[in-house]
């Protein structure tokens, strides 16, 4: 009996297992294809929940494309985006819908970036832009009637190619009880290289540092202008043809400016005895028929400071009886912008020599003062600094400018018969970058036996 | 040869011959060498390593107070900023970075 229950058990133990495999085996074979089975089909709930999806997705769709058709004609392109009529039903639609108007966002700045190039390429819009400046100004001088004056420099220009530039600046002002209309720039420039650019036409003076970068009443400290450099003994532009670039070395860089242009007139008839052996720097139809050489280098060897030479030679006088002017300048400008100086510090100066060869003016005495010669050299210039505290926290303070002049021009031996220095001090507020409002107060000093005028001088100005 | 050099030196004078000639030619040489289009920043540039903000200082500041990069539009920069190139001399590395600079509006 033992025997035989041991058997049995043996029996129940071995096939047991064995039964169970066969059991379980195709029980959990079975399992996994119920399971494999499901994915094959969608039961209803999930079949509605995709098409609940599919519907909110294509409605999506349509709302990004009639938001695409309606950027696509929208009159400017600051104009609102359309929002898409998605409604926000839960959580999920929330997101979808933050991301739908990211996308919105991203496909606005594509096309207007697209608008710009488009609307870029189109001649004399955007590649075309009016700057200049406007001036309104008051000033009393002594043994003058005091008066109020304004100009307005209107300073266009057009960029034609990456290479091809054009300006023109016209100067509209009060003389003589008349509006003047003057023809500033015209020129045309064309960069040959990266270092080189030609222009031609009428351009302001490169041998003149003043003139070029610093006369524009926005960028000039004082209400007036030094004397000798300006209206003095240089012309204001020229006209012909320039060669111009600059030329870094290492850490720093030389200017150059060369070049050809109509030669100033020598004055030998005047009623004004005081203006024969002057030079007539409104020589436009170049009587005399001399041809202008000159250039300018400047040499930048940190940013805060540059220093240049400029010359220009010419003959001056009648074809016949020519002879040689030569016109020097030497500039200094130093800007610096330090904490430590608490503000902006400005410092120029700038000097010129101009000589006229020997000339006999009036040498049969027809005109009644002759037969006159000088010695025909003038020299002058001035030396100016300026200090603006940018660095304070007060924002009154810090836009004022405390200026200094010294001027003078030197020709006491010439038909003007005196030397005049003056001492200029000024008091200015900048509005803005580029609008100030100038106070200024000059004293003036003239031997030779002339009369000094003092002069209070008011001047606002305004750059665009 | 030398005839003619003589009689152009004494037609421009000296001093301007010595400036045409010379700052034509170093720069002509200069500008072949580099042979790109404008625009483009040489390999031997001054300053490869200032930001167009600090170019944008250093140069505009030398002439006039500077101007905020919103007082213009891009567009207006190009126009604006060729002009500064003629006008105060900037290298094409200043000019590209300082416009880059002024075009994203600061």
Known sequence: MNRSYFSFLNRIIVCGPTALAFIVIPLSVSAQDVNSTSSDYVSRAEYDKLKAEHEAMKQELEALKATVRQMATAPSPGAAPAQPAVPAEGPSENKQVVTTTSTVDELRQEVDALKLQIKETFPGTTKFLLAGYGTAAFTARSGEDPFFDAAFNALFLWKLTDRLFFEGEMELEFEDEATDLNLEVAQASYLLNDYMTIGLGRFLNPMNFFVERQHMNWVNKLPDKPLAVYDGIFPESEMGAQLRGVIPIGPTKLEYAAFVANAPGLITESDDVSEIGMLDFDNDANFGGHVAVGGHVGFIPIPEVEVGYGIQRSKVGPRDQAVENILQSVDVNYVRDATWLKGLINLRAEWGWSHVDHFVYDADGSQGFGPLSFNNNRNGGYAQIAYRPTHLDNDIVRNLEGVFRYDRINQMHTPVGFDEQRWTFGLNYWVTPSAVLKLAYEVDDKNGGARDQNAFMMQAAVGF | ?106
Do not use: D, Y
Not at chain 2, 55 to 84: D, F, K
């Open chain 2, 1 to 106: 040869m030398t005839k003619i050099l003589t009689r152009i030196c004494k037609w421009i004078g000296v001093p301007g011959a010595i400036i045409v000639v010379s700052c034509g030619g170093l720069t002509w040489l200069i500008g072949c060498a580099s042979n790109k289009p404008s625009g483009e920043v040489s390999a031997g540039a001054a300053h490869p390593e200032k930001s167009g903000a600090q170019l944008w200082a250093e140069n505009c500041v030398r002439c006039h107070n500077i101007r905020s990069p919103g007082s213009l539009s891009p567009a207006q920069w190009e126009v604006a900023m060729m002009h500064m190139r003629v006008r105060a001399n900037l290298t094409p590395e200043e000019h590209k970075k300082i416009l880059e600079f002024l075009k994203s509006g600061g």
